[in-house]
């Protein structure tokens, strides 16, 4: 359980049922949980003065992508991963790369995939 121990986390998932399995998964990994947001403008809006370690981005909210929010934490310099029942093929572009968690997904998928973006983006 260490390795994410005391690790600050925003959540944009706007599944409520999704967003509680993944705060408590988070939880279970000794993260904090400083947000969890289910709309794209209050997204952007949190992510420009929220402090984070690491946000987890549901790819689809509502119908509306989460890539304007992804942007904002890429020049804010807070690593991201997205959520998303498509995996990698539902990014497209300079996200294609980008660290993805494919629906559903474990505790364990999560805290590699988070321990391999903080490494990713501070290598």
Known sequence: MGLLKG????????????????EDMLEDLGCLVVGSISRLAQAKD?????QADVAILDVNLAGELVFPVAEILRDRAIPFIFSTGYG???????????PVLRKPYSQSDL?????????????
């Open 7 to 22: 690790l600050r986390v925003l959540i944009v998932e706007d599944e409520g049922a999704v967003a509680l399995l993944i």
């Open 46 to 50: 949190v992510s420009c003065l929220i």
């Open 88 to 98: 990698a093929r539902g990014l497209h572009g300079e996200y294609a790369l980008c």
């Open 111 to 123: 805290e590699q995939t988070i321990d391999a973006a903080l490494k990713a983006f501070n290598p």
